[in-house]
């Protein structure tokens, strides 16, 4: 990821300051509020599974706002320009709600305080070892580019030296989840969710205004790129060339299936906010409250990165000195008076604060739980086990300080997130998919399965991609390429595994697979759960179809 251009330092005075100020005192005034209801390591790791769906809801959300939604989706507007509504429409809501409808009575009713837990359960400790350590290197990865983007941001539009926005935002978000764990998190991201919202919405509104309005940003595209910059699948047929890259098949295929399915389902920085929920019922609503807003919070990325398109109109390319990474930065300088202008650091600080703290708060869980509580260091009192986890909180944080260079060689951030998604996602998610729908698939093939995709998926990428031994016209179709070759690898060897080694006793399934019923007896619904509006189908499904609609008016 290349620096933000110097010319976009901000005018900020004393007022903006003052409240970035305040939101600091906020963040860090809950995560002492949060210290109280921390008394065992199942409070700390998954808040005592006590939190109502509207808050997990949000917080689910909130945690996938970080550098990629902000930055890099707006980045993928202006470079893309509307195709990146599929990121959304297709490439999150099905996936949400299956995990909400499907995945998530699994996941709670087997008690797994993790994702890798959950293969443990289905497959053997070599899968379970296995997705930890990949999971846990994910996370640091993932973090690491918040805390990378964070402070580039700030040292550019704030004038800040990078090592002290790295600092400070990790200091402070240290300090919140170390004290409070996952309920500090939690409640913070619900927080970040309306401060991060209160920056984009004046942001999207002042740039459509400053161009015309949508008719004029559309024709004034259109001119520049061509019809298809301004259309969802224009262009996609295969053998045709668009701004993305990409064709119907690999988006549906790779971005709507292989990569979604993957992230939503699998990804722990996200499951972990609805296994917090407090019943099975809340634990199954909370990615389906959150598909909602993000329906629509595509808009509030994707509008600027089209605005500043138009402002700019060779931004991105040799002629100019802004990437597509300059988009937020470049309207927030270009529009927002002091006050307002305070709100959009604060909301863009908040952003990235939410996506490192979700994967630090998840890398904590599993590498206390899945590995060093389970191989390392087994059988100590549960209070070990909770100092232990503030101890690698800390860890943790320093492990992204190192890792948050890595992003450097990424001129769009989003490319790099879905890198290594395609990576580390999409092998657990055909592990996963095919151990919860077929009792035959062996203990075995889990490890093996991982193993494949993970490795077909960078041979794709690193050899064939990079190699120039297939064309591929850009980092984000060969990121969905590379997913599909990672699934099918993965599902292939899975299958072949199986064929050769044993099946897990059909008596060790109960509740881990399609068609059998839990040991243990759901835990007794809440009444108001019986509400028409909060049955999960209902919510589901509307989020489905809502979705759909919204294609239409860039489908025609």
Request: glycine content about 10%; aromatic content about 14%; hydrophobic content about 55%.
């Amino acid at each position: 990821m290349h620096t933000l251009a110097e010319g976009l330092r901000l005018p900020t005075n004393g007022l903006d300051y003052a409240i970035l100020a305040i939101y600091f005192v906020v963040v860090l005034g809950i995560g002492f509020a949060a210290r109280a209801s921390v008394r065992t390591s199942l409070d700390f790791f998954l808040s005592g599974r006590s939190l109502p769906a509207w808050v997990t809801g949000l917080a689910f959300v909130a945690a996938n706002l970080g550098a990629t939604e902000i930055l890099g989706m707006a980045a993928t507007g202006a470079q893309y320009g509307v195709a990146v509504v599929h990121w959304y429409w297709i490439g999150a809501i099905p996936a949400m709600v299956f995990l909400g409808l499907v995945m998530m009575p699994f996941y709670y009713r087997s008690k797994v305080r993790s994702v890798p837990e959950f293969l443990l359960q289905r497959f053997d400790k070599s899968a379970h070892l296995l997705s930890s350590v990949l999971f846990a290197f994910a996370a640091i990865l993932i973090a690491g580019v918040n805390l990378y983007a964070l402070s580039i941001v700030v040292e550019a539009l704030l004038g800040w030296p990078q090592w002290v926005a790295i600092v400070v935002a990790g200091l402070f978000v240290l300090v919140y989840i170390t004290i409070g764990g996952l309920s500090s998190a939690i409640y913070n991201e619900v927080l970040q969710f309306f401060v991060i919202l209160a920056a984009l919405i004046p942001l999207t509104v002042l740039g459509l205004k400053r161009v015309g309005g949508w008719d004029a940003m559309s024709d004034s595209l259109t001119k520049q790129h061509g019809g298809d910059f301004m259309t969802a699948w224009g262009g996609t047929g295969i053998g045709d060339a668009n701004p993305l890259g990409a064709n119907w098949l690999t988006i549906i295929l790779g971005l709507g299936f292989v990569l979604s399915f993957g992230y939503w389902t699998t990804n722990f920085a996200e499951v972990q906010r609805a296994l917090s929920a407090k019943n099975l019922s809340a634990a199954k609503r909370t990615p389906l409250i959150a598909a909602f807003p993000k329906i629509f919070i595509v808009f509030a990325v994707m509008i600027p990165g089209l605005v500043a398109a138009v402002i700019v109109p060779k931004i991105g390319t040799p002629d100019s000195d802004l990437t597509y990474n300059d988009a937020i930065p470049l309207l927030m300088q270009e529009l927002l008076p002091n006050g307002v202008l305070g709100i959009a650091v604060t909301g863009l600080l908040a952003a990235f604060m939410a996506g490192m703290a979700a994967n630090v708060s998840s890398f904590n869980t599993v590498f206390t739980t899945d590995i060093w509580q389970r191989y390392v260091v087994k059988d100590k009192p549960d209070a070990y086990y909770l100092r232990f986890g503030r101890l690698i909180t800390a860890i943790g944080v320093l492990a992204s300080i190192g890792t948050a260079f890595i992003a450097a060689s990424f001129s769009n951030i989003m490319s790099y997130l879905q890198t290594l998604f395609s990576f580390f996602n999409v092998p657990m998610f055909v592990v996963f998919i095919i151990g919860m729908f077929w009792k035959r698939a062996s203990m075995k093939s889990g490890v093996w399965g991982l193993v494949a995709g993970t490795g077909a998926a960078m041979i794709n990428y690193f050899w064939i991609y990079k190699g120039g031994i297939i064309d591929i016209p850009s980092d984000q179709g060969a990121n969905f390429v590379s997913a599909i070759v990672g699934f099918v690898a993965g599902a292939v060897v899975m299958v072949a595994v199986t064929l050769f080694t044993a099946p897990k006793p059909e008596a060790e399934l109960a509740g881990l697979v399609y068609g059998t019923e839990s040991p243990d007896p759901d835990e007794a619904a809440d009444e108001a759960d019986s509400a028409w509006y909060r049955k999960p189908a209902l919510l589901g499904w509307g989020a489905v179809v809502l979705a759909a609609v919204c294609y239409i008016p860039y489908s025609l």
